[in-house]
């Protein structure tokens, strides 16, 4: 397993501490430090392939609270701060874990060791079958994670494509996404996220699930299609 991850932070010494860190354990890779959110969010919109944050939440002009919130489809995040206030508002966004600094390496285990739980989770819930809950029409249906083609966002909004039929429900595009496995599902398009199983073809800038085409976003067709050989 590999986990890339990025740092975002404006202090240099938690920066060193961090890199420090994170070269201990041979399953990260760090892609990048940016020294606040707007670096950040440039990064993350070039880089889909970023598994993890090390984000500070008390930084100039955007906070790490504000900037996590306004990412479409979030990678995991762990928390690193001084200010032990903020830890309520972090684990609201269902951050990894929250890092009160100065912490120590075997702290910063521990908390990276959930990432790692997280993701064999994710990887166990294609195998098991394991379902969502989606509230559509009045109704609270059990889906299975494997039986979603994909989903598409669709006004106010998010449409959960299945066999045949489709499912309307008013959660949010990311609140979608955050329930279905990265490991399987990734956003290829603004609007739309996709299961890897489903995928027949691809042609330019069209994914072919089913009989249905799907169309890749130009800052999401590198990603794709790299994880799409790998698959």
Same mark, same amino acid.
């Given at each position: 397993?590999?986990?890339?991850?990025?740092?975002?932070?404006? $202090?240099?010494?938690?920066?060193?501490?961090?890199?420090?860190?994170?070269?201990?354990?041979?399953?990260?890779?760090?892609?990048?430090?940016?020294?606040?959110?707007?670096?950040?969010?440039? $990064?993350?919109?070039?880089?889909?392939?970023?598994?993890?944050?090390?984000?500070?939440? /008390?930084?100039?002009?955007?906070?790490?609270?504000?900037?996590?919130?306004?990412?479409? /489809?979030?990678?995991?995040?762990?928390?690193?701060?001084?200010?032990?206030?903020?830890?309520?508002?972090?684990?609201?966004?269902?951050?990894?874990?929250?890092?009160?600094?100065?912490?120590?390496?075997?702290?910063?285990?521990?908390?990276?060791?959930?990432?790692?739980?997280?993701?064999?989770?994710?990887?166990?819930?294609?195998?098991?079958?394991?379902?969502?809950?989606?509230?559509?029409?009045?109704?609270?249906?059990?889906?299975?994670?494997?039986?979603?083609?994909?989903?598409?966002?669709?006004?106010?909004?998010?449409?959960?494509?299945?066999?045949?039929?489709?499912?309307?429900?008013?959660?949010?595009?990311?609140?979608?996404? /955050?329930?279905?496995?990265?490991?399987?599902?990734?956003?290829?398009?603004?609007?739309?996220?996709?299961?890897?199983?489903?995928?027949?073809?691809?042609?330019?800038?069209?994914?072919?699930?089913?009989?249905?085409?799907?169309?890749?976003?130009?800052?999401?067709?590198?990603?794709?299609?790299?994880?799409?050989?790998?698959?």
């Amino acid at each position: 397993m590999n986990i890339n991850c990025l740092i975002i932070d404006d $202090e240099p010494a938690s920066q060193e501490i961090i890199k420090l860190f994170i070269e201990k354990i041979d399953f990260l890779s760090l892609i990048k430090t940016c020294n606040n959110a707007v670096e950040a969010l440039s $990064e993350t919109k070039k880089n889909q392939k970023i598994d993890l944050l090390f984000l500070d939440i /008390n930084m100039p002009k955007i906070s790490g609270l504000s900037f996590y919130k306004s990412l479409q /489809n979030p990678p995991f995040v762990i928390f690193t701060t001084a200010y032990p206030q903020y830890a309520v508002e972090g684990f609201d966004v269902n951050a990894i874990d929250y890092l009160l600094k100065p912490f120590s390496f075997d702290r910063f285990l521990q908390a990276v060791n959930k990432v790692t739980d997280k993701l064999e989770t994710s990887k166990k819930a294609i195998n098991s079958e394991e379902t969502i809950l989606i509230k559509a029409d009045k109704k609270l249906h059990k889906i299975k994670i494997s039986s979603i083609f994909y989903v598409e966002a669709f006004g106010d909004y998010v449409k959960i494509h299945l066999e045949n039929k489709f499912l309307l429900t008013n959660n949010t595009f990311k609140k979608v996404l /955050n329930l279905l496995p990265k490991t399987t599902f990734f956003q290829v398009h603004k609007s739309f996220a996709i299961n890897f199983k489903k995928v027949n073809t691809i042609e330019g800038n069209k994914i072919l699930i089913d009989t249905e085409k799907i169309p890749i976003g130009l800052k999401y067709k590198s990603e794709f299609l790299k994880k799409f050989k790998n698959e």
